[in-house]
């Protein structure tokens, strides 16, 4: 593995679709070998957020600081994908080797053994020639999480990546993760489970009302909050994401 520990800071970050705000002043650091777990209601930001880590949306003010040479992983929601592409399982794992090769270096033995590899430690060492199209909503993330095994990312940020996900595979891919993190990657998650965000994730942050409500330990952040509160997420009033 040739990851390098790689902070990612956020100094007054703001961001905006076409003139309309998403996220207003954000401020923090996210860790090498940490998780840092990010929640809130619809429309607070979060997949913004991401998007700007990714380098897709262009912030309007404010700043994100990280070093150049680090790579960056980023698993937008299943929505975004057109699942119909004509690749199979195994092509599409194999772009994961892209940032490495180049879109049109030829793939040899030693990339084949790699892609291999990846695919039977998603549990998919069988369906390398099936189509994507025939993959059901598991399989297609296992499979992603194939190629983030390939990418070899110092930094992986994946967006609501269990929605739709059968408990099995979720299990399995917050397996990975902790493997990722034990390996010194940054991974930075959109989440709706609050339980999964006490089990799995160092850090919590709270984003509400395109504002930061809170940024620090799991057991800090979530400490007020009710475990059977994920039903809050739909009451942006709520008096716990008030809190700044
Ligand atoms: N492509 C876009 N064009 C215009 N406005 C957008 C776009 N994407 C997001 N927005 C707006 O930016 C704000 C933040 O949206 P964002 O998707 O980041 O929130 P979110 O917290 O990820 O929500 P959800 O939990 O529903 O996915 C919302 O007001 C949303 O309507």
Redo the contacts with the bound molecule.
């Keep these: 593995m040739t990851t390098q520990p790689c902070a990612l800071s956020v100094r007054d970050l703001t ?4 003139g ?4 207003i002043g954000l401020n923090g650091r996210f860790e090498p070998g940490v998780a840092t777990a990010v929640i ?10 991401l ?1 700007a880590l990714a380098g897709q949306l262009r912030p309007t003010a404010g700043q994100i600081e990280r070093d150049p040479r680090s790579r960056i992983a980023y698993l937008p ?1 299943q929505t975004a994908f057109d699942r119909s592409f004509p690749v199979s399982v195994h092509d599409l794992v194999a772009m994961g080797l892209w940032p490495r090769l180049g879109a049109w270096r030829r793939i040899d033995a030693s990339h084949r053994a790699l892609i291999d590899a990846a695919l039977a430690q998603v549990g998919l060492a069988d369906a390398a020639r099936r189509p994507v199209a025939e993959l059901s909503a598991g399989q297609w993330q296992r499979a992603l999480f194939a190629r983030l095994l390939l990418q070899d990312a110092d930094v992986i940020l994946l ?2 990546p269990f929605n739709a996900v059968d408990e099995q595979t979720t299990t399995d891919l917050l397996a990975l993760l902790a493997q990722w993190v034990a390996q010194g990657r940054t991974v930075i998650a ?1 989440l ?1 489970d609050l339980a999964q965000v006490r089990r799995h994730f160092d850090q919590t942050l709270i ?1 509400s009302g ?1 504002r930061c409500r809170a940024w620090g330990p799991t057991a800090e952040v979530l400490g007020t909050v009710e475990p059977s509160a994920a039903v809050a997420w739909l009451n942006p009033s709520a008096p716990w994401l008030q809190a700044a």
């Design positions: 961001l905006a679709h076409r309309r705000t998403a996220l809130g209601p619809n429309g607070a930001g979060k997949s913004s957020l998007a929601q967006d609501e959109v709706h984003l395109q």
